[in-house]
């Protein structure tokens, strides 16, 4: 009997040393997911600078490989370069991933055979769920509560919530940023005994940009913060559809500009106070010290820079570069990586965080290393493309959920290196820029470069556009301007 109980003993220590193991090694991981934001809207969330960003590290170059929504999240579930996952413009978006198989062997489904409980929660996939069902729910995700398709998401919207869908309407009670932020707390609150991944996709600044109406009278005097690109005078030298948009006679001007800045600052107090709150339940839980908690958005925004209206999609700077914020267990406090990142890392860093390990067809790298600050051999230039240059099948599938803007249309393959950056236009033109002499992008200096150089710069594109997996990260390693 005695051996028995000593068994028995042994055991239950060893079950609770294995949890505290599994515990310890299997973090909590949470992504806030903002929609279409620029880093000049970050100074006016006071509670994610203060709780994400000096509780942990900021990254400065951190970029969007293709500057528009969907062929965004598809590259950061699946650690891909768009030119692989072949999601490359809104448009037909979630038909296209679904019908291709993607969501089988994507990120949630990595951490949820390793056990974690996932969920989801607002925006998925521009035209979700167009040709798999309304009542569809991904694989991988075991709380789905997401967007069904639909013209905006702020009010009057559809949510499939783990299969049966629920309407909103216009009451201030069914504001979408708010109801997130609920489910998501009730989330954090029943994701007991497992680690969990929750991706908390809140819709915000995206146009119309509708604030909650406890925030629609703030900053009524603000205005928005012009660098020398904007309404730039002199455009010769930018593409032809660079100077086509500046010419549409939709006039952006410095009004416009403010105005629309106001009504995305306005939109984004909600989900600084989700960020607060939810950061309170995981410290009220016991949770907080074990959970990596990230703030990025899926593009950025472009706001009359180079005379182009609002929008996104081009490979100028304001649409490339977001926010990036992160805390979490070992992560030092107010620091800075200054390395080249990227969404297609995001889906190997989670993965490291869980002991999980990755596909080989994964193009990105795990910037874990870099947070630890150890010695590691870092990329040199980081591919940006957009628009299906060599397929366009995909045209008559469906419509986008999003109009295409003109922007849109200028389909490019570009190296973003760590000073300089290089775009080639399927129309043959050509865009260089020396970004530490010109950080705002006034002079294309592409006519300047002699055959040589030019050369150099078209050879590595060429291999860099079409790169899979292991092959990207050697290429990445060796991109040089000369």
């Known amino acids: 009997m005695k051996i028995i109980k000593i068994l028995f003993l042994f055991t239950f220590l060893f079950s609770i040393t294995a949890c505290n193991i599994t515990s310890k090694n299997q973090p909590n991981i949470i992504i806030i997911l903002t929609d279409d934001m620029d880093s000049k809207l970050m100074p006016y969330m006071p509670n994610t600078n203060q709780l994400i960003g000096e509780q942990g590290a900021t990254f400065t170059n951190y970029f969007i ?5 969907c062929p965004s999240r598809a590259s950061m579930l699946r650690g891909q370069y768009a030119h692989n996952t072949d999601i490359l413009e809104n448009n037909p978006g979630f038909a296209r991933f679904y019908r291709l198989k993607e969501e089988e062997d994507a990120l949630p489904v990595w951490l949820n055979q390793a056990g974690y409980q996932t969920a989801l929660i607002g925006k998925y996939l521009n035209n979700y769920p167009i040709n798999a069902g309304r009542n569809y729910v991904p694989p991988g995700w075991s709380n789905w509560h997401a967007f069904q398709y639909g013209d905006h998401f ?6 499939n919530e783990n299969g049966e869908l629920i309407e909103y309407q216009n ?6 940023t708010d109801v997130i932020k609920q489910k998501s707390l009730q989330f954090i609150d029943a994701a007991q005994g497992s680690p969990f991944f929750l991706l908390i996709s809140v819709y915000a600044p995206h146009g119309p940009a509708i604030a909650a109406t406890r925030h629609a009278d703030l900053f009524h005097d603000l205005e928005y913060p012009q660098s020398p690109s904007f309404n730039e005078a002199d455009i010769s030298d930018k593409p032809q559809i660079v100077q086509a948009l500046s010419q549409t006679g ?4 410095a009004g416009d500009a403010n105005h629309l800045f106001r009504k995305r600052v306005q939109s984004l107090q909600a989900v600084d106070e989700l960020v607060e709150e939810i950061i309170q339940t995981l410290e009220a839980n016991g949770q907080l010290e ?5 703030f990025t958005s899926d593009n950025g925004f472009h706001m009359g820079e180079h005379g182009i209206p ?6 100028y700077e304001e649409d490339i570069k977001v926010p990036f914020l992160i805390r979490g267990p070992d992560i030092v406090a107010g620091s800075m990586v200054n390395q080249i990142t990227a969404n297609i890392d995001l889906a190997p860093t989670l993965a490291e965080f869980a002991n999980v390990k990755t596909p080989e067809f994964v193009d990105g790298r795990s910037f874990a290393p870099l947070l630890r600050n150890e010695p590691i051999t870092w990329r040199t230039g980081l591919l940006i493309e957009f628009g299906y240059i060599r397929d366009e099948e995909n045209s008559s599938e469906t419509e986008s959920s999003e109009n295409t803007s003109e922007a849109e249309k200028g389909k490019f393959r570009g190296i973003r290196f760590e000073s300089h950056v290089y775009i080639e ?3 043959g033109e050509i865009e260089f820029y020396d970004l530490i002499n010109d950080p705002y992008q006034l002079e294309n200096l592409a006519q300047q470069l002699d055959e040589t150089m030019l050369k150099h710069l078209h050879n590595q594109l060429q291999v860099l556009q079409f790169c899979v997996a292991d092959e990207c990260v050697e290429l990445e390693n060796h991109l040089t301007v000369k």
Do not use: H, L, V
């Not at 490989?65 to 929504?69: A, E, K, L, N, R």
């Not at 609002?310 to 490979?315: P, R, Y």
């Open 310 to 315: 609002s929008g996104k999609g081009t490979a």
């Open 250 to 253: 939709d006039e952006f001007d």
């Open 290 to 294: 074990n959970t990596y908690i990230i």
């Open 171 to 176: 009451d201030e009670s069914d504001y979408s």
């Open 425 to 427: 236009y399927e129309n």
């Open 154 to 159: 702020y009010y009057d919207y559809t949510m």
């Open 65 to 69: 490989t293709t500057p528009i929504c």
